[in-house]
Every structure is written in structure tokens, then in C-alpha cells.
């Protein structure tokens, strides 16, 4: 790029242009060209053009410096395209970061968007007040309270400064007294809907920043909030009554069901678990057979649908086995979802939730056993909550035997949870075995752990020391000779306690002889006077 030698005045009158020119949307479907490293083939010619190729959908690019009103792309959708402007964003990250400067041109032009729907408007000040909408009343839809909180947090956008913690407090903070002093069930409703719409907005922030240089920072935030408004709404749910509402306020609950369907069956990539939203709901119903049967049929005409997305289609398949789950049949459930495109854990830890509430400890272990295959690629934290759900299942088992096997099937990674757990049932004899084969060092373990091994049975812990000390010697440097040196130390005093000298003579000699050719290995044990 610094090849081309375009001045520095130009590159900005180039993004004066981005500014003043082009749609926002097309601006971020250029950054994104950009960021992906779309961009080849950047070449100057007569002074004055710049020669790009686009890859995927392969554009051809060519900006008049000069004139930037003759620039041309092969596309020739609009005149002023993404493909233009992410060959704009490749030429300024020679001077600067282009990441900067998407930020800045989207804070411009939605200022100049505003001032022009102001101008075309041509409204006063009191007319613009009588457009702001009244706070929510028990009166209103659930349509309308959405659109106050809307208009409330009008124009609020992320940034290093305005985190998405710091928008979730200053929603509660300042939408949460509209609702109080209701009378119930339509206070749990408005509750209800104020974490839809916090929920909403992350969805929002976490899709308009994808392409932001701060796009990590704020999808960690949006994931963090996202898990604590599922968590409230799981507080929330049981206190809903939900016959009261499909009763007295059937409009405004069938809005809320209609808010709902439509976030969780779309597909889309969330930060939030909308089919846990949907699901948690939905359950609240299971009496109501009509209201369900209704859904169901909704649900199957969707799934009828030719050119399906996968995406799409997994969302509805989860949806409609969901209501065989509240029927009772999990099985029947299982089987709808063995069509899922892709199986990720976390979206059915719902269900072991569910199961450790109610006490069922047999439904809990079948859905365990069904996520066998699909825990072995999940991430650490969800392996994590798998293994606290099968270690409370295990305790209304008559053995452990299943338990053990499946810990052993997803080592390495449940080695924590394994270790600890025979360690808790005073299974010593397995607990150095799995030490063994994982080849830990016992400088690696906790002190109190070895302490309690050696207190049952001091030779148990003997092939570990042994086989660190051959660990070490393998590395075959000074350091390594002198940690084995300091694990000899701790051997000779295991053998003394199992009053075992006789053995430890001749284990030490062995090794002299086994590693005689290595010089530094010697001098060390002479210095630990294990050998004269």
C-alpha cells in the first residue's frame, strides 16, 4: 500500500468523501471486505486511479482520485458500493487505523441523519414533544411499553466508556419504577418485558459492533449481561401467572408469546439464549393444551417451508421437540433433535436444570448419557457444568461405574473433576494411577493432597516420585539434574518411613549405573551423597 505514494491531504478527501456519500450500511459491508482481507491487486495508475480487486464477490475497483464523483466498481449496484469504500479503508491503514475511522464516520452520519429528519420535518419544539410518548400504564400494549424503552435509549451506542454493564444498571434503573405499585399478574409482565427489551438491545449492540475494532471487548460484555438477564428471567418465569394472563390479558399475552417466537425461531447469532427464553416460557403453559396445540401447529407449518436455513430450521425443530419434552416424552424429544444440523450443549443444559429442580434423577442421567457425544466438543465451562450435573446424579445410584467411565472417556479434560473426585471417595490406588498416566510431577499437586495419600499408604505414592525423578533426567541439563536430586531427598524418606532401606540401596545404585555416562547427573548425586 505505501507503494502507491498517495498524499496524505488525498487519503482524507477520500474519507471526506465516505462520509458525505455513502449509506452506512455500505460503509460497515466495506470495513468488512477489509477486515477479512479482501482486497488485492492495489496498483496506481495514471497518477490519478486506483486500481483494486474485491474477492468474494470479485469487483473490480477504480477510485479517481481527483475526480472521486468517475470512480467505478463492476458491480454496478449503486454508484457510491461497499466494494469502493473497503478499498478506501485499505489505503488509509497506511496512515492510520481504519477502525478509528469507521467509528467516527458512523457517529457523523447518524448526526447528519437526525439534523436532516429535523430539517425535512420542519417541526417545532412543541411538536417534537408531543411526539415523545407516554410512559407505560397498565392501560397500554406490551407493544407500546416496548416502544417507550425504545425511544428512551434512542441513539445509545457502546464504546470503551459506555459499556454494556453500564446500560443494563441505567435500563433498571430507569425503567423499572414505571411498573411499580401494578397490580399482578401485569407488574410481572412489565418485569417481564423490560429484560425482553435489555435483552433486545444486546442482540443490537453485539450485531452493530461485529466489525469494530472493539468488537471482542463488547461481545464478552454482551455474552456476560446476556447470561445474567437469563438468569433473572429464570427468577422470573415461576412468579408469572400465566392462567391469570391468558385469561384477563390474552391480547398482551399473546404479544409477548409473538416478541418472544420471534427473536428465538429466527436462527440468527445471539449473544443471548433466546430458545431458553422461549422454552422457560413456554413450559409455564403445560396446562394450557390449546394454547400449546396452536403453537405446535404454527411450529409444523413453519418446518413445511421449502429452503429452509439451517440455522432457521434448528431453531424450529428445537422449538417443536420442546413441547414433547413437556409432555413427558423425552425420548420422542430426543429423537426430533438427533435432526439438529448441530448440537451445541449449553442449549440443553435447560433441561438438566429442570431435572435437578424436580429431583429427576433417572430423566436427568438419560439426557446426560444423550449429550455424551456432544460434551466431548464443548467448551470448558460447559464440560464443567456437564460434570456437576453427573456427579449430583451419581449419588442416587446404586455405583459410581458409569460415572467413572464417562470421566475417563472425555480425559484429558475432565482431569480436575476426577482427581477430586477420588480423591473425596479416598480411592488412592486410581487417584496415583490417573497421576501416572497424565505423567504429573508431584511438585504439580497440592501438598495436602500427597499428605493424605501418604498418611493411608506411604508406598502408594512411590511409582510417582520414580517416575518424576526419570522425568528429570531426561532433560538432561543441571536444573533438571538438581529437581531430581530434591526428589530423591523426598524418596529417601518414603523408604525410610516404609522402613524399606535395603530397597532404596539398590534403587539408587541402579540408577547410578542406568545414567553413568552423564557427568553433571553424577556430580549432583555425589553432592546429595547418594553415592560415594
Not at 280 to 291: E, G, I
Not at 324 to 347: H, N, T, W, Y
Request: net charge positive; hydrophobic share 40%; charged share 25%.
Amino acid at each position: 500500500m505505501l507503494k502507491l505514494q498517495i498524499p496524505k491531504n488525498r487519503i482524507h478527501e477520500l474519507t471526506r468523501h465516505l462520509q458525505s456519500d455513502f449509506e452506512l450500511d455500505r460503509l460497515e459491508r466495506g470495513w468488512e471486505y477489509f477486515h477479512k482481507g479482501r482486497v488485492a491487486g492495489l496498483e496506481l495508475k495514471h497518477g490519478v486511479e486506483v486500481h483494486a480487486l474485491v474477492l468474494e464477490p470479485n469487483c473490480e475497483v477504480v477510485i479517481d482520485i481527483d475526480h472521486f464523483s468517475k470512480s467505478e466498481c463492476s458491480c454496478s449496484t449503486v454508484r457510491n458500493c461497499e466494494h469502493i469504500a473497503a478499498v478506501v479503508f485499505t489505503l488509509y491503514a497506511s496512515y492510520a487505523r481504519p477502525e478509528l475511522l469507521l467509528q467516527q464516520l458512523k457517529q457523523a452520519i447518524m448526526i447528519r441523519s437526525r439534523q436532516q429528519q429535523i430539517r425535512s420535518g420542519g417541526r417545532t419544539a412543541d411538536k417534537r414533544q408531543q411526539d415523545r410518548l407516554e410512559p407505560p400504564t397498565e392501560e397500554q400494549s406490551p407493544v407500546q411499553w416496548q416502544r417507550f424503552f425504545d425511544q428512551q435509549f434512542y441513539g445509545f451506542s457502546l464504546s470503551q466508556q459506555h459499556s454494556i454493564e453500564l446500560f443494563h444498571n441505567a435500563a433498571k434503573e430507569k425503567l423499572a419504577p414505571y411498573g411499580e405499585g401494578w397490580k399482578s399478574p401485569l407488574k410481572e409482565l412489565y418485569d417481564l418485558h423490560l429484560l425482553l427489551f435489555i435483552m433486545r438491545k444486546i442482540e443490537q449492540f453485539y450485531q452493530e459492533t461485529k466489525a469494530s475494532y472493539l468488537s471482542y471487548y463488547i461481545e464478552t460484555g454482551c455474552r456476560t449481561i446476556g447470561r445474567k438477564c437469563q438468569e433473572e428471567l429464570l427468577r422470573l418465569t415461576p412468579t408469572l401467572d400465566v392462567e391469570a394472563l391468558t385469561q384477563s390479558y390474552s391480547a398482551e399475552w399473546k404479544e409477548t408469546l409473538h416478541l418472544i417466537s420471534e427473536s428465538a425461531l429466527s436462527g440468527k447469532e445471539s449473544p443471548v439464549s433466546w430458545p431458553t427464553v422461549y422454552r422457560s416460557v413456554w413450559w409455564r403453559m403445560a396446562n394450557l393444551s390449546s394454547w400449546i396445540a396452536e403453537e405446535q401447529a404454527r411450529l409444523q407449518h413453519m418446518l413445511q417451508a421449502k429452503d429452509l436455513m439451517p440455522k432457521r430450521k434448528d431453531a424450529l425443530l428445537m422449538a417443536d421437540a420442546h413441547f414433547a419434552v413437556i409432555a413427558g416424552d423425552d425420548e420422542a424429544a430426543r429423537r426430533q433433535m438427533e435432526q439438529l444440523s448441530k448440537r451445541e450443549a449449553r442449549d440443553f443444559f435447560f433441561y438438566l436444570h429442570h431435572c435437578h429442580k424436580e429431583q429427576a434423577w433417572e430423566r436427568m442421567l438419560a439426557w446426560l448419557r444423550w449429550l455424551m457425544p456432544v460434551v466431548q466438543r464443548a467448551q470448558q465451562e460447559e464440560l464443567r457444568q456437564f460434570c456437576q450435573y453427573w456427579m449430583e446424579a451419581v449419588g442416587r445410584q446404586s455405583d459410581d461405574a458409569e460415572w467413572v467411565s464417562v470421566m475417563v472417556a472425555l480425559l484429558p479434560r475432565t482431569y480436575n473433576f476426577y482427581s477430586a473426585y477420588l480423591l473425596k471417595g479416598r480411592r488412592y490406588k486410581a487417584w496415583i494411577d490417573l497421576q501416572l498416566a497424565n505423567r504429573v510431577s508431584p511438585n504439580d499437586l497440592y501438598s495436602v493432597d500427597l499428605q493424605s495419600v501418604e498418611k493411608q499408604n506411604p508406598a502408594l505414592v512411590l511409582p510417582l516420585y520414580h517416575q518424576a525423578v526419570e522425568r528429570c533426567i531426561a532433560g538432561k541439563n543441571r536444573t533438571a539434574y538438581k529437581s531430581a536430586t530434591k526428589l530423591l531427598k523426598k524418596l529417601n524418606n518414603l523408604y525410610k518411613k516404609l522402613d524399606r532401606l535395603n530397597d532404596w540401596e539398590d534403587y539408587i545404585y541402579r540408577l547410578a549405573v542406568k545414567y553413568s555416562r552423564l557427568r553433571a547427573l553424577q556430580e549432583e548425586l555425589r553432592k546429595g551423597k547418594w553415592i560415594p
